[in-house]
């Protein structure tokens, strides 16, 4: 049976489910970033993300509960895509499902994202969207694959 897969504008009960899936010890390994403490989440989340009127930000409701999240925003002069799934969703085709809809509703091209170059399960995300592998980037100790979306390099 195929999950309902809904894109909507994040709630202020959606925080909580956020910060318990940035929090578990497979998502920290695999996107090696850093989980933050619960008041700068909050402050982070409230400020920056849902603060600023340029990022497009969709929580991902699959049957009625809290998946996750995406979220695109600028970094200079360049668009970037970031999610985030609870472990749950994962391998179910709802990343899959959820970003190509999204794609629909964000439409600044070209798109970028980096994730980890050994976080396998979200490049694969990025390419069966239609994303291409164009290099590497470092962020600290970490590589990461850059993924690009309608050209650009």
Known sequence: MENNVLLRDVEPADLEFFLAYEHD?????RSRFPPREREAFMAHWTSKV??????????????????G????????ERRYVGYWFGR??????????ALDAFLERETARPLYADPAAGNTGSIRLLEKCGFTATGTVRHGED???????GGGG
């Open 25 to 29: 010890p497979e998502a920290v390994r």
């Open 50 to 67: 849902l603060g600023d009127p340029a990022n497009l930000v969709q929580t991902v409701d699959v049957d009625g509960e809290t998946a």
């Open 69 to 76: 999240n995406i979220v695109a925003w600028w970094d200079g």
């Open 88 to 97: 749950a969703y994962w391998g179910r085709g709802i990343g899959t499902r």
């Open 143 to 149: 590589e990461h694959v850059v993924l690009v979306l």
